[in-house]
């Protein structure tokens, strides 16, 4: 009977132990990972929404002890097809809110916001050169011994000559903001920035300058956004 015990009792002992089998996913199952095809092309990148990071704000200590502050947030720049559909136009539409403010007793100062468009190449001017002359050719002997003149040409020669020059950096106010206490905000948004006659690359920055006026002094500080290159 003793014997008898022990054996059920090692049988029950030695079932806990066995091995589990690992479970593994049908690739039927919703839930389990997409397979990746080794063969298939990569993603497409996602469109630009337009959104830009902003840089560090601008600050200034002034030797009266204040501190002047000019900053930047949410901040967009996406480019558009211009409304002349040029090849040598380019439009973008912006945005963003930027902030001035001051410590310290002052008499107000002003915020002034706007964009820095720079261009890789501009084209001046296009001038057409061209030339027109006559050319008389053989004349020809008629059986009744009178003679015709031959033919007559009138070659045309021209040339387009395109009179590029180095580029140059545009600087566009939006708007100039004159306050009377110790911060100023300008919000723009929607907002159409538009620059011709640029053939070559193109880039775009903001910018905000913070003047704050003192009793006979001026203090001014900037602040230039993150470049973006078109």
Known sequence: MLHRFATAAAVCMLIPMGATPLASADPGDPAAPPVADAGAPPPPPPADNGVVASEVPGIAKTPDGRTLTVAAKDETQ?????????????????????????TGSVNGGSLETGYQIGCGVEMDKIKLNGSVGATLGNGSLTTTGVSLPGSISFPIQGQVEVEPR?????????????????????????????????????????????????????????????????
């Not at 106010?173 to 948004?189: A, E, N, P, Q, W």
């Not at 006659?197 to 193109?202: K, M, P, Q, R, Y």
């Open 78 to 102: 996406l480019p558009v097809a211009p409304l002349t559909t040029s090849l040598s136009s380019r439009d973008w539409l912006v945005g963003g809110t930027f902030t001035g403010t001051t």
């Open 166 to 230: 180095p580029g140059t950096i545009t600087n566009v106010v939006v708007d100039k903001k004159t306050f009377k206490g110790t911060s100023s905000r300008i919000t723009l948004k929607d907002i159409h920035i538009k620059v011709d006659n640029c053939v070559g690359a193109s880039s775009l920055r903001s910018y905000a300058v913070l003047t704050s006026s003192g009793t006979d002094s001026d203090d001014i500080v900037a602040y230039y956004g993150v470049t973006k290159v078109f």
